[in-house]
Structures are given as C-alpha cells and as structure tokens.
C-alpha cells in the first residue's frame, strides 16, 4: 500500500477560542494528497441567576447555585443584578467560567486563567487571577449571568512550505499550537479548485461541519480559527491520506 492511500486521524485536544487569540491546528500533508478537518464547535446562550444572599461564597469566591448551568471552562459572560453586585465583581466587565461543578463557577479575567485553573480537595479553585469576592451585594437581589453573544466566528484552511512549527504537542504528522509561533506571511489560503468550501467560513455551533480540500503539493496544512465577540468551543479532528 502506497503512502498516499494511507489514512491519518489524529483527534486534538478541546480548545476555546476567543478575541485577540489565534488558535490552530496543523497537518504535515508531505505525504498526503487530500486531506479533511472535522469540526464540532459549542457555543452556549444560556442565561442563569443565583440569589446575592444564598447564591455567593465569599469563602470560596465562587457562584454556588448556578443550577445545572451547562457552561464549560473559558466560556466568557458578564454579569448584571437587581441591585449592586458582591464587592469584587463589576458590570459591564467580560469574565470567564472555570467550572467547579455541574451548579457551581468560579470567575477569572482571563481565558488562559480559567483555562489554567485547579482545584484543592474540596474542590475550591486556589489558581491566581479568579476574582476575589470580598463582601455581597445589595440583599435580596438577584444576580443575572449572560454568555458574551458571539459574532465573527470563522475558520479557514491554510497552505504553507516554509516553516518549522513549534507545537505544544505532536501526534505522527499531527501538530497543533496556539500563540505567537509562527508569523502570518508563512501561509496562503486554500483556494478554489482544492477545497469545495469558501475560504473564509462561519463556524457552525449547531452542527458538526467538515472542510477538506486535495493538497496540490504544499508541506503543511492548517486550519485557522478567529472570532469576534464571545467565546466558542471546539473539538478537531483532522485526517489524511
């Protein structure tokens, strides 16, 4: 059996996206004539509430009746309330979940901080940047928690010859990284004739989408994840042969 008729499948790690990140995934396609990317991307809307009284751990900082939420970790929101909000938190501010539980959160101000966060064995986050709530809000209001709306979630797949990734893990010819590794002018777009899907492309979040494309002779191969506003979840898997 030649080299071009065997199949690669590597799934990569779950990864959240959000703005100013760039996130992707790459293939070494040199011995590959076609290759595709499945993508399935989760994207949450759902509103909660929990009670300024019952709801806030000021030991724990954290959100404790948040019930059957649903949200995942580095999911970003922002918070409202009937009347002030527990000393630490602020309106009008983007945070993002580490969940500690199916009823419980805990907030941090970055992505990489949620992303980042552990738990001791009480199962109480001790990971620096979660906000600190030092006192509750005005009692017997109820505090609101809206998922940042996302807007400007696409992918894209990308040629390139000329350069040496430097990934954050390596499956056979799977590699994947997420940062500054590599600079913009290294890759070309798919273009028309390779790949049966626009160049740019929203991400679906209700349903799983799968992008392929024949490689004329590049390589490496990546897909490219960007968004706007909001955060969104994805999980790859990526193939070739």
Known sequence: MSSLNRVYSHKYPTTVIEPGSTVWFFMDVSSMSFISFSVIARNITTVRTVANDTGVSIANDTLD????????????????????????????????????????ITLFTTLAQALAATEDN??????????????LGTAGSTITITPV???????????????????????????????????????????AGESASVVTNTINTTSAT??????????????????TTGSVQINVDGQGK
């Not at 979630?153 to 590599?182: H, M, R």
């Not at 799968?210 to 968004?227: D, M, Q």
């Open 65 to 104: 009746t948040v019930t059957a939420h649903g949200y995942f970790t580095g999911m970003s929101v922002q918070l409202t309330s009937t009347g002030t909000l527990p000393t630490g938190l602020a309106l009008a501010t983007t945070y993002f979940v580490y969940v500690n539980s199916d009823n419980i």
């Open 210 to 227: 799968l992008v392929s494309a024949n490689n004329p002779g590049y390589k490496y191969c990546r897909i490219l994840f960007s968004i």
């Open 122 to 135: 009480s199962g109480v986050s001790t990971s620096p940047g979660k906000v600190n709530i030092t006192a």
């Open 149 to 191: 709306t996302v807007s400007g979630a696409t992918y894209k797949l990308q040629w390139s010859n000329n350069f040496e990734p430097v990934p954050y893990f390596q499956s056979g010819p799977f590699l994947g990284a997420s940062g500054p590794f590599i600079t913009a002018g290294n890759f070309v777009d798919v273009v």
